[in-house]
């Protein structure tokens, strides 16, 4: 039925079919309790902590910073210049400036 071949990346390079799984690094735990998201690759595995991510997807910062997504997208939508960027047709939080911009409110 479908005999098309897959390209086998090179070593040391992450395919284009890679995706975030949805499962933990740590068995048992949330993503939200461990802060790791799992690359995964046909032939390998990338970890990337969300403490070391430049910039954060609306579900990644509301896992990080314990607010919820509506409320995150408000955010993003509202502040584009100050800490959000929209990328394609999404919004992604850099995550230093929004920490900051959390430091620097009283609420939000």
Not at 12 to 24: E, F, L, N, R
Not at 42 to 63: G, H
């Amino acid at each position: 039925m479908n005999n098309r071949k897959r390209a086998t990346p090179v070593k040391d390079q992450v395919s284009a079919t890679s995706t975030i799984s949805k499962g933990c690094l740590d068995n048992g735990n949330t993503c939200s309790d461990t802060g790791v998201f799992n690359l995964e690759d046909d032939e390998k595995k990338i970890v990337v902590p969300v403490s070391e991510k430049y910039t954060l997807t609306i579900k990644e910062a509301a896992a990080y910073f314990n607010i919820g997504t509506k409320k995150l997208r408000r955010l993003a939508e509202d502040n584009t210049d100050r800490f959000a960027v929209f990328s394609g047709n999404k919004y992604l939080i850099i995550r230093t400036k929004f920490e900051k911009f959390i430091d620097d409110s009283s609420e939000i």
